[in-house]
């Protein structure tokens, strides 16, 4: 497996967002998360890269 999984704190210090953003971003499904067990979330870094691309082409 070759995917990069991020912890919340780690995805909003990528993104530069605060944690009520970040959790509203993968409520809405923007970004795709999984649950590790019962109460561990992570964001595949794939997730993140796909989604600053997308905004990147609607604001072009």
Not at 6 to 21: G, I
Not at 30 to 43: A, D, F, M, N, P
């Amino acid at each position: 497996m070759t995917a990069d999984l991020l912890t919340v704190p780690e995805a909003m210090a990528v993104l530069k967002v605060s944690r009520w953003t970040l959790y509203n971003l993968i409520r809405s499904g923007e970004i795709t998360s999984i649950l590790v067990g019962t109460r561990c979330r992570r964001i595949p870094s794939s997730a993140l890269d796909a989604y600053v691309t997308r905004l990147c082409e609607e604001a072009a």
